[in-house]
């Protein structure tokens, strides 16, 4: 599984409100129109001007700043294979905000299962959480995977994290065939 | 896991109104579809309404109108109103429960109770909702199809 996984995306997420255009994939295209403070926005492939951003929502939403994490993580899945790593971004319309991004990789056959896509980091600026921004980045990502060949998409989430849960289920995601164990090391 | 019968009967007001939110709709309707008396749901939807969830519209053509927020309104928030859900408390008292025993099997129970909290904590009516469209079956949506449905 996706070796870098986390979960942000943590704080007063609710149910997105406003269904948002389809779209195939991103670099995208569709604009928003919900009443958001910032109403529209687009989704595409993160680059490398975007870093800065991103590591800023993710210091505002966690609260732990970390950004050689961030640097690697670009590194790898913005950069590198990109038929199958996928780093979007939510960007406004007037370009000069990251509202959101998420991140998934396709990964086979580990634990038995044939290839699907995982979603290991999602995460939306709590000022403009409940207009569509999660919903838009979770629907470009599943085309993406979608694209790549795969028919399945999964993530992993904390048992105390039900804003988050909601959200995914409000995506139609249920509870998968497996289960998460783990022990403490000596 | 089951559910106790008003609690079912909750879930079941809940998206019957919540799927029909232009509509008032009457306890006996509900009742009659999922067959149980009308004297039963009544005291469920008395719950449902001192809880916000519902309110009643007097009057003729009058019933009930879900008030709460679909979005946010989950199954855990409609089925406490009836019964403890994975509740430890619930367990104390319960025989060897001090012992080392009880404890493993207490750890192994509160994993379950763990899962199911986190479930029913993140369902919401919404959910629900769409969950019951894309299963295509007989649900809250075909409530008030036809002129008459319910006598």
Known sequence: MASAAFSVFDRGQAAPSDALGKSRDGPVVSQATAPARSAAFHVRRAEDADLAKVIALDMEVTGV???????DLHERYA?????????????????????????????????????????????????VRE????????????AAF?????GKMRTLISHGNHLLMSFFRSQGMMAGPYLQLERDLP | MKLQIASRLAVFAVLELAAHPDRQISAAEIADKYGVSTHHLAKVMHTLGRAGLVRSVRGAGGG??????????????II???????????A?????EDTSAGGA???????????TRATLSSVTVSTLLKLIDRRGSAGPSDVGVGATPYS
């Open chain 1, 65 to 71: 700043a970390k950004d050689a994490y961030w640097a």
């Open chain 1, 79 to 127: 950069t590198r294979r990109p038929g199958e790593r996928f780093f979007f971004v939510a960007e406004s319309a007037d370009k000069r905000q990251i509202l959101g991004f998420v991140i998934g990789e396709i990964r086979a056959w580990e634990f038995g299962s044939e290839p699907c896509g995982w979603v290991f980091g999602v995460s939306v600026d709590p000022e």
């Open chain 1, 131 to 142: 207009h569509g921004v999660g919903e838009r980045l979770l629907e470009t990502i599943s």
């Open chain 1, 146 to 150: 979608r694209d790549a060949g795969v």
């Open chain 2, 64 to 77: 009930y109108q879900f008030s709460g927020n679909a979005k946010r309104t989950t199954l855990i928030d």
């Open chain 2, 80 to 90: 406490q109103l009836f019964e403890r859900v994975g509740d430890v408390e619930n």
């Open chain 2, 92 to 96: 104390s008292g319960e025989p060897g």
């Open chain 2, 105 to 115: 099997l207490r750890q192994i129970l509160d994993e379950i109770d763990d899962i």
